[in-house]
């Protein structure tokens, strides 16, 4: 059997999975509603048919040769939809200036707070509306999510072969770009113990401490969490029940908290523990000195997982969309992930090469260098979706 036909196979499972999640009329149902406080603007027919006419010039592949072109088209449109891309987080806010700069195009990032949930929810709302998101960054469970409603086009950026197998879909719908793994942060100031362990978040000295960046039923990184809880407590990829069982006691405790982190509720204490990838707990080390941030690896409970590009099938600017994702899986894009903590998903690709500056790698933690994540499949992704979202609202709650 061929990767291919290995993956058409794989899909098809997860697609009876997230039907059986949500239906997919109810996905449509929601579709009807507005995303990210927009309304919904239909387009004449004839403009409808035109752009679609627009959306088939782009090539499937992007080449050296073909380089240029794409440049100079994405340079016509002028513009790129981004949304759900916090300036700090995985450095996206020196990325987006860095790419606006190089090629002249204004970025417009909306909902920047927004979840890979929210991502795909805007591609459906707001179809057919010039504010549209051209391109997503949603965790792999919300890629095959946007796979099997097919809201992405097909696109193989010119590095795709350097982009490990594992981390792609190999008919160009979605390709990761970077990865990370869930660390501990906490502030010194008000944590005088650091918890070293999931078993240590548990005590009565971090009551009213514990976050989680984000909620499971529509955020990634709050996934990733649920998926540490669990390999900390005899679970498995296979078996995130005991993950979330753990949040209930931390919950029924007082330890863990209904505030969700983001960069302000680190920056005024509201989070004094965060559960998160390590790239974000380590930028608010350099973000928020005043915070006193620290980071730690959990002993018992190290999960990694990657995000994914994608370009939407119905995009606004389709040949900005493809530059940008040039542009991200470029030596250049993929260093500056890098400046931001997060693991490049053509990383081993660029140390090959020596492609990586010294000050750059000076600059990462110890800590970061020595995870020993563990990371799940697809398969293992979808069916923890499934229990997260049965068991989650009846156990800890709806958020």
Same mark, same amino acid.
């Given at each position: 059997m061929s990767v291919e036909e290995f993956q058409e196979q794989e899909y098809e499972f997860l697609r009876r999975l997230e039907e059986e999640r949500i239906g997919r009329s109810k996905l449509l149902k929601r579709g009807l509603a507005t995303a990210a406080g927009l309304t919904v603007i239909a387009l004449p027919e004839a403009a409808l048919a035109a752009r679609?006419?627009?959306?088939?010039?782009?090539?499937?592949?992007?080449?050296?040769?073909?380089?240029?072109?794409?440049?100079?088209?994405?340079k016509k449109e002028g513009k790129l939809n981004v949304i759900a891309l916090p300036p700090d987080w995985a450095n996206y806010g020196e990325i987006i200036s860095t790419f606006s700069k190089k090629y002249g195009i204004k970025i417009t990032s909306d909902n920047p707070n927004g979840s890979s949930s929210d991502e795909n929810q805007a591609i459906v709302s707001l179809k057919g509306d010039p504010r549209a998101p051209d391109v997503v960054d949603v965790s792999a469970t919300f890629a095959v999510a946007g796979t099997v409603s097919k809201l992405y086009g097909r696109y193989y950026v010119s590095n795709y072969a350097t982009v490990p197998r594992s981390m792609k879909d190999t008919r160009g719908l979605w390709t990761g770009d970077y990865y990370g793994s869930v660390t501990i942060g906490y502030n010194a100031n008000l944590v005088k113990t650091p918890p070293k362990s999931?078993?240590?978040?548990?005590?009565? @000295?971090?009551?009213?401490?514990? #976050?989680?960046?984000?909620?499971? $039923?529509?955020?990634?990184?709050?996934?990733? %969490?649920?998926?540490?809880?669990?390999?900390?407590?005899?679970?498995?990829?296979?078996?995130?029940?005991?993950?979330?069982?753990?949040?209930?006691?931390?919950?029924?405790?007082?330890?863990?908290?209904?505030?969700?982190?983001?960069p302000q509720t680190v920056a005024s204490g509201q989070t004094p523990i965060s559960i998160d990838w390590?790239?974000?707990?380590?930028?608010? @080390?350099?973000?928020?000195?005043? #915070?006193?941030?620290?980071?730690? $690896?959990?002993?018992?409970?190290?999960?990694? %997982?990657?995000?994914?590009?994608?370009?939407s099938a119905t995009a606004p600017h389709p040949w900005a969309a493809r530059l940008w994702q040039e542009f991200l899986y470029s030596d250049q894009g993929q260093i500056l992930y890098l400046k931001g903590y997060a693991h490049p998903a053509r990383i081993a690709d660029l140390l090959a090469r020596k492609a990586i500056p010294k000050s750059v790698t000076r600059s990462?933690?110890?800590?970061?260098?020595?995870?020993?994540?563990?990371f799940a499949s697809l398969g293992q992704q979808a069916k923890a979706s499934v229990v997260i979202n049965t068991q989650w609202p009846a156990k800890v709650g709806s958020s």
């Open positions: 679609s006419k627009a959306l088939a010039d782009p090539p499937l592949r992007g080449t050296k040769k073909n380089l240029a072109e794409i440049v100079a088209a994405a999931f078993a240590d978040l548990l005590k009565p @000295i971090y009551k009213n401490q514990v #976050a989680l960046n984000g909620s499971p $039923l529509k955020s990634g990184s709050a996934i990733a %969490g649920v998926f540490a809880a669990a390999l900390a407590n005899g679970g498995s990829l296979s078996d995130v029940g005991p993950g979330v069982d753990w949040f209930a006691k931390a919950k029924s405790v007082g330890n863990f908290i209904p505030v969700q982190t983001t390590d790239y974000n707990n380590f930028a608010y @080390i350099k973000e928020f000195p005043s #915070a006193n941030w620290k980071v730690v $690896l959990p002993t018992d409970g190290q999960y990694g %997982g990657y995000y994914c590009q994608a370009v990462l933690p110890a800590s970061w260098l020595n995870s020993k994540a563990k």
